[in-house]
């Protein structure tokens, strides 16, 4: 395994995860009562919580794809 292979691994995973993360955030924002409805069949949340619950998770996902990802990506571009 070379380190230009890892290299475009942690690519590909950053575009991926991005893409996920703004899927996420845009499927909130726009659909955010339908989300609220179907997490509400199963948890019971005021809508506040819910809204504080998902701001963390999207905070939690975007840190650990800027750590994990990100950063040993920019890592190998200035060693390679």
């Not at 380190?3 to 991926?16: H, K, S, Y």
């Amino acid at each position: 395994m070379t380190l230009e292979l890892v290299r475009d691994f942690l690519g590909w995973c950053g575009v991926l995860n991005i893409g996920m993360l703004l899927f996420w955030w845009l499927f909130y924002v726009l659909a955010h009562d339908f989300m609220y409805r179907m997490h509400g069949k199963w948890f019971k949340l005021s809508v506040e919580k819910f809204d504080a619950v998902h701001y963390q998770a999207i905070l939690f996902f975007k840190v650990g794809i800027f750590l994990f990802i990100i950063v040993p990506y920019l890592a190998l571009r200035i060693v390679g």
